[in-house]
């Protein structure tokens, strides 16, 4: 599975929208973006996933560029709820059943 | 009910006790996964089950040993504790096709 980058920490306005960003360049073709988030020291939490088009559910949308190698989860009016660790993860449905996470983004809502 | 049960949610042990952390998922998925979580950092990979005669070692298995009972359970074992393995344990299950569900963890402490 391929490996993803993301900033330590962000921080964003309550109310605006947050937009933390991922860079997965060694991305394949069959592997998908997931995202998933932490809140305080609790189990992580499913947010969305896609593969080359953009998506959206009712927590996130989920940008991804062109050339997959990179990818952008956007939580469109941020709540201090929001206030989390957010995992971005690269993997095929098809693979291994590993599941990688690395550090994460640590976004801090600010009221 | 919870998709995800870890038991305890909270154990204090001595140094060289063995102890054993239990996971129990109601979702019917074939995968289970055992991870750490130390203070300010990601979740590490301890070991990785497809079913109950598949058994994996993940980033950071020593000192750690597991057992998958049953298709809906996974343990996780320290034979001897010994205190760096303090920390923050997640047991997690997803399927073929489908995200991951975590437990609310189980938070151990080695004296």
């Known amino acids: 599975d391929a490996k993803t980058t993301q900033p330590p920490s962000m921080d964003c306005a309550e109310g605006r929208a947050a937009n933390l960003p991922c860079n997965h360049s060694?991305?394949?073709?069959?592997?998908?973006v997931y995202w998933y988030r932490q809140i305080h020291s609790q189990g992580p939490q499913y947010i969305i996933h896609?593969?080359?088009n953009n998506e959206t559910n009712e927590m996130a949308s989920l940008i991804i560029t062109e050339d997959r190698k990179s990818s952008t989860l956007i939580l469109p009016h941020a709540t201090l709820r929001d206030t989390a660790v957010y995992y971005c993860?690269?993997?095929?449905?098809?693979?291994?059943?590993?599941?990688?996470f690395g550090s994460g983004t640590r976004l801090l809502v600010r009221p | 009910d919870a998709d995800v049960t870890q038991t305890p949610r909270n154990r204090i042990t001595k140094t060289g006790k063995r102890i054993m952390l239990e996971c129990s998922q109601t979702k019917g998925h074939d995968r289970m996964y055992w991870y750490r979580q130390d203070p300010g950092l990601g979740l590490r990979l301890i070991y990785y089950?497809?079913?109950?005669?598949?058994?994996n070692k993940g980033e950071i298995s020593d000192g750690y040993s597991v057992s998958r009972q049953a298709q809906a359970k996974f343990s996780l074992s320290l034979e001897s504790a010994i205190p760096n393995q303090t920390a923050l344990y997640f047991c997690a299950t997803r399927g073929e096709n489908t995200e991951a569900f975590f437990g609310q963890g189980t938070r151990l402490t080695v004296v």
């Open positions: 089950s497809f079913d109950v005669k598949d058994i």
């Open positions: 060694t991305i394949s073709g069959n592997e998908y």
């Open positions: 896609g593969l080359k």
């Open positions: 993860i690269v993997r095929s449905l098809d693979s291994s059943y590993k599941l990688i």
